[in-house]
């Protein structure tokens, strides 16, 4: 079983392996520590399963569930619009300080999922959860944990950068002082800072990407949520997002990314999720992408848009 780290064989870890196996577990939902001991991400599942990996399991497994928790968990959400089957069964999950990037083709099922992950569309069965817990309704306190920074810039050009920032402070509940400091925090990141208090209209393109970024940030979201924020920009406004996202992974936010820009994701994601016409059709890091690839091509140097094409096909999506 190929994992994408070193492969242990001792007779523990063909134990491991052996059980794994009868068990159905999912083998993207292993992964290998420096040592090679494989684990799934429910360690205490395998605990309740099989008693022994009680005493076996390495300490190391602990650790590492322990540093990266899952912040955010999709589980089987499908969605329905008549005989329209747009989302079927998807999940996957984000793990704090972790960005993962969602691809797939015009109509894949990449918005609504992301609009159900908000809450802006009722999934027909499945779950949301936020470090564990189910996300409930409108009123949920939970939804305080997300950040949502659209592909529609969601900005008033007649108001300077400062006032569009309180405008959407106010709608988090934040007053006084700590509007105020995550006003000033967030113009900070994005470098626009000397600009708060200039016109939006004044901004050039990439300017109001990194304030339709800021206005996601103002409540510092454990979770953020990014369609396509780097549409239309220069490389040098794109540059600076990345370099806003790398921080803010660095912060332990956990980043669910998604772009038609194949090479962002190759810099960028720490894990890739591809949907096709409603369904998960891959979901690994860029060197396992790579392993899919066809045969003859796949390579450690492989293109991820080449293994996108092979998954997706090279139909138009109109």
């Given at each position: 079983?190929?994992?994408?780290g070193?492969l242990?064989?001792?007779?523990f870890?063909r ?6 196996a009868?068990?159905a577990?999912d083998?993207r ?7 090679g001991f494989?684990?799934?991400r ?5 605990r309740r399963?099989?008693p022994a990996?009680?005493?076996k399991l390495?300490e190391a497994?602990?650790?590492r ?7 955010l968990?999709?589980?089987?959400l499908?969605k329905?619009f008549?005989?329209?089957v ?6 996957f999950?984000v ?8 691809l797939?083709p015009?109509g894949?099922g990449?918005?609504t999922t992301v609009s159900?992950i908000?809450g802006?569309?009722?999934?027909d ?6 470090e564990?817990?189910?996300?409930g309704g409108?009123t949920?306190p939970k939804k305080?944990?997300i950040?949502?920074v659209?592909?529609d ?10 006032a569009?920032?309180r405008?959407f402070?106010?709608l988090y509940?934040?007053t006084?002082?700590a509007l105020d400091?995550?006003?000033n925090?967030?113009?900070?990141l994005v470098?626009?800072a000397d600009?708060?208090?200039d016109a ?8 109001k990407?990194?304030l ?9 979201p ?5 369609d396509?924020p780097?549409?239309?920009v220069?490389?040098?406004s794109?540059?600076?997002?990345f370099d806003?996202?790398?921080?803010l992974?660095?912060?332990g ?7 038609h820009y194949?090479?962002?994701a ?6 890739i999720?591809?949907i ?9 890091t860029l060197s396992?992408?790579?392993r899919?690839?066809?045969a003859?091509?796949a390579?450690?140097?492989v293109s991820?848009?080449?293994v996108?094409?092979?998954l ?7």
């Amino acid at each position: 079983m190929e994992t994408g780290g070193r492969l242990a064989d001792g007779p523990f870890e063909r134990h491991q392996t052996a059980w794994l196996a009868s068990h159905a577990v999912d083998y993207r939902q292993i992964y290998v520590d420096r040592k090679g001991f494989r684990f799934v991400r429910s360690i205490a599942a395998i605990r309740r399963c099989f008693p022994a990996f009680r005493r076996k399991l390495p300490e190391a497994v602990d650790r590492r569930e322990t540093m990266t928790p899952l912040m955010l968990d999709i589980r089987k959400l499908r969605k329905s619009f008549g005989d329209l089957v747009a989302v079927n069964d998807v999940s996957f999950t984000v793990a704090a300080g972790e960005l993962v990037g969602l691809l797939g083709p015009n109509g894949a099922g990449k918005t609504t999922t992301v609009s159900m992950i908000t809450g802006l569309i009722r999934p027909d069965s499945g779950a949301v959860l936020v470090e564990g817990a189910p996300l409930g309704g409108d009123t949920d306190p939970k939804k305080h944990r997300i950040g949502l920074v659209p592909q529609d810039l969601a900005l008033y050009d007649e108001l300077s950068a400062y006032a569009n920032l309180r405008f959407f402070g106010a709608l988090y509940n934040l007053t006084g002082k700590a509007l105020d400091d995550a006003i000033n925090a967030a113009l900070t990141l994005v470098g626009l800072a000397d600009r708060g208090r200039d016109a939006v209209r004044t901004f050039s393109g990439g300017m109001k990407r990194r304030l339709n970024l800021a206005a996601g940030l103002l409540h510092n979201p454990d979770i953020l949520l990014l369609d396509e924020p780097t549409v239309g920009v220069d490389p040098q406004s794109r540059n600076a997002i990345f370099d806003n996202l790398e921080e803010l992974k660095a912060r332990g936010k956990a980043l669910l990314y998604t772009t038609h820009y194949m090479e962002e994701a190759e810099r960028l994601a720490d894990r890739i999720v591809v949907i096709d016409h409603g369904r998960v059709v891959a979901d690994d890091t860029l060197s396992g992408m790579r392993r899919l690839a066809p045969a003859g091509v796949a390579g450690a140097h492989v293109s991820l848009e080449a293994v996108f094409l092979s998954l997706t096909g090279r139909s138009l999506r109109d």
